[in-house]
């Protein structure tokens, strides 16, 4: 017998007015669930006014009483990915106390009916995949995809390392800079470059990576590009820092273009980092997340500059119906 929702609960969408609870729901879980992926009231609040997101229609908040229990999130991709397909990310979380009510399976007919519409506006003809987070090995959200017809495509490990002690140092034979607001193009450049041939990606649009390159959590001193010494308008590599957590540092991107591979410049660049952010006494530790099987070896370079395996964690996907 399928679960049956209480009709005491009330669905709205997610607003700057809502922010505090959906702040406290979203922490409780990273805490409950193991992901740590903490934010801040403000942060939350930054993601209201991505480009191509409505909050209206994209979001959702389930609540019983004054207490938010769950909400979802949905964004449908400005550009096709490298296969040509639509990507629509699903996303959200329901407060333990009221799991196995049915809550989540009624946020997931949501989401996944809002995406058809959605991709079907954007990319008319083009077919689209859903994807969501399956969290840690043993996960309910890992459940509910599965028991949706979804699958386990990838996982990807969560590695840290203290920014103590001796840090590397890697030599380039390009300049290591911090990006300034005149390198937010190149970047976005050398970023769609070097993950052409990467699982899942799709090329950032201008819009989009407005949002990220101007986020409030990035630490753009403590962040690097390598440029090229024959044309320094030219971002050869790069390494975006940022920060959710007092005293962690997180790498939020980290790219090579294709033609400038080999010559171990993304280590430079993240060993410039690593020294920069323990230069400024303000964080303790540096994460980030990599694919494990990129086909960059990425895995191998973080390993030489000392980052270890924290977790594990699955990213689930479906073609949409």
């Known amino acids: 017998m399928e679960p049956v929702i209480p009709d005491t609960l009330t669905w709205t969408h997610l607003t700057p007015d809502t922010v505090q609870q959906w702040a406290a729901l979203t922490n409780l879980l990273a805490e409950v669930d193991g992901t740590e992926e903490f934010y801040s009231v403000e942060d939350l609040a930054e993601e209201l006014d991505e480009h191509g997101f409505d909050p209206e229609r994209d979001s959702w908040a389930v609540w019983d009483g004054p207490t938010m229990v769950a909400f979802g999130q949905l964004r449908v991709g400005l550009t096709l990915d490298h296969e040509g397909r639509v990507r629509c990310n699903l996303d959200g979380g329901v407060h333990p106390e009221h799991r196995g009510r049915g809550i989540g399976r009624a946020l997931m007919d949501r989401m996944e009916a809002r995406a058809t519409e959605l991709a079907g506006e954007r990319h008319p003809g083009q077919p689209a995949i859903w994807r969501g ?176 395996h924290k977790k594990t964690w699955a990213t689930m996907q479906r073609a949409a119906r």
Do not use: C, K
């Open 133 to 308: 987070p399956g969290g840690l090995e043993g996960a309910l959200a890992r459940a509910l995809f599965l028991h949706r017809g979804y699958e386990v495509v990838r996982y990807f490990n969560l590695l840290g390392r203290p920014l103590s002690g001796d840090i590397p140092r890697v030599d380039s034979d390009a300049p290591l800079l911090s990006p300034g607001p005149e390198h937010e193009e190149a970047t976005r450049l050398a970023h769609n470059a070097a993950f052409a041939d990467h699982w899942g990606s799709a090329p950032a649009s201008p819009e989009r990576w407005r949002d990220t390159w101007t986020a409030r959590s990035n630490r753009m001193d403590v962040s690097t590009v390598a440029v090229d010494p024959a044309d320094p308008n030219r971002v050869l590599a790069y390494v975006l820092a940022a920060q959710w957590v007092p005293r962690e540092l997180y790498v939020n991107l980290v790219g090579t273009v294709p033609d400038a591979r080999g010559r171990g410049l993304a280590a430079a660049a993240l060993a410039r980092t690593m020294a920069l952010a323990a230069e400024t006494g303000e964080y303790d530790v540096i994460e980030l997340d990599v694919d494990s099987d990129s086909p960059t070896g990425a895995t191998r370079l973080y390993d030489r500059l000392g980052f270890a």
